[in-house]
């Protein structure tokens, strides 16, 4: 079974420009997230959909994140325009129902 | 509010060594619990859950955890530490009702020494 994937891996771009990052979910999965984890820290949910509505996206600084997930498959998380602070792994992790998430290895954002 | 609290940040035990890891929740139900591993550079992978029934739970890697309803905890623990074992450590509540939410603990990272 395929896991989830996340593309890039890595990404540096300088503050005040724009990022996408994208995440294809083990396929069946309705249940997709994405969490934020800053250095040290542990993952923070940044929004949650089920299928493609969004049912949680009170952490997301909805001021420069968006997300979106076409045809309740692939999504993608965009960050415009990047601060300092974004700096973390983005992770994005799927689930069959809401309850046991798998998670791709992430995309590590490096904001200069 | 729902929290999910690892108190030790750091852990360090010898190769060989037995191993508790601490996890203590706060959510005014029976949480789902996990713990995940994450080692550098890589995505988190599941060691264990518990739902319900048997407190005691059994993972992979040799690993097991306890949920012990009175303490509010989901403590894991491994008899004999393996270097390879060495990794970061979450703990995570998961939220019933209506759409799950995951919660995670801010972790322990456990260097393994020979």
Same mark, same amino acid.
């Given at each position: 079974?395929?896991?989830?994937?996340?593309?890039?891996?890595?990404?540096?771009?300088?503050?005040?420009?724009?990022?996408?990052?994208?995440?294809?979910?083990?396929?069946?999965?309705?249940?997709?997230?994405?969490?934020?984890?800053?250095?040290?820290?542990?993952?923070?949910?940044?929004?949650?959909?089920?299928?493609?509505?969004?049912?949680?996206?009170?952490?997301?600084?909805?001021?420069?994140?968006?997300?979106?997930?076409?045809?309740?498959?692939?999504?993608?998380?965009?960050?415009?325009?990047?601060?300092?602070?974004?700096?973390?792994?983005?992770?994005?992790?799927?689930?069959?129902?809401?309850?046991?998430?798998?998670?791709?290895?992430?995309?590590?954002?490096?904001?200069? | 509010?729902?929290?999910?609290?690892?108190?030790?940040?750091?852990?360090?035990?010898? /190769?060989?060594?037995?191993?508790?890891?601490?996890?203590?929740?706060?959510?005014?139900?029976?949480?789902?619990?996990?713990?995940?591993?994450?080692?550098?550079?890589?995505?988190?992978?599941?060691?264990? *859950?518990?739902?319900?029934?048997?407190?005691?739970?059994?993972?992979?890697?040799?690993?097991?955890? /306890?949920?012990? !309803?009175?303490?509010?905890?989901?403590?894991? !623990? *491994?008899?004999?530490?393996?270097?390879?074992?060495?990794?970061?450590?979450?703990?995570?509540?998961?939220?019933?009702?209506?759409?799950?939410?995951?919660?995670?603990?801010?972790?322990?990272?456990?260097?393994?020494?020979?």
């Amino acid at each position: 079974e395929a896991g989830v994937a996340q593309s890039p891996r890595y990404k540096i771009i300088e503050k005040r420009q724009s990022v996408a990052f994208w995440c294809n979910p083990i396929s069946g999965h309705a249940t997709l997230y994405w969490y934020q984890q800053i250095l040290g820290q542990g993952p923070k949910l940044l929004i949650q959909f089920q299928n493609n509505g969004v049912v949680d996206d009170s952490q997301l600084p909805k001021d420069r994140f968006s997300a979106e997930r076409l045809k309740g498959v692939d999504s993608t998380l965009k960050i415009q325009p990047a601060k300092l602070e974004d700096s973390a792994v983005y992770l994005c992790a799927s689930s069959l129902q809401g309850l046991e998430a798998f998670f791709g290895q992430g995309t590590r954002l490096t904001v200069v | 509010a729902q929290s999910v609290t690892q108190p030790d940040i750091h852990i360090t035990v010898s /190769e060989g060594a037995s191993l508790e890891l601490r996890c203590n929740y706060s959510y005014g139900a029976t949480p789902y619990l996990f713990w995940y591993v994450q080692s550098p550079g890589q995505g988190l992978q599941l060691l264990l *859950k518990y739902f319900s029934g048997d407190t005691l739970v059994q993972g992979i890697k040799g690993f097991e955890a /306890e949920f012990k !309803r009175s303490q509010s905890s989901f403590n894991l !623990r *491994k008899p004999s530490v393996h270097w390879s074992d060495a990794a970061e450590y979450f703990c995570a509540v998961g939220l019933s009702g209506g759409y799950n939410k995951l919660i995670f603990g801010a972790g322990t990272r456990l260097a393994v020494h020979p």
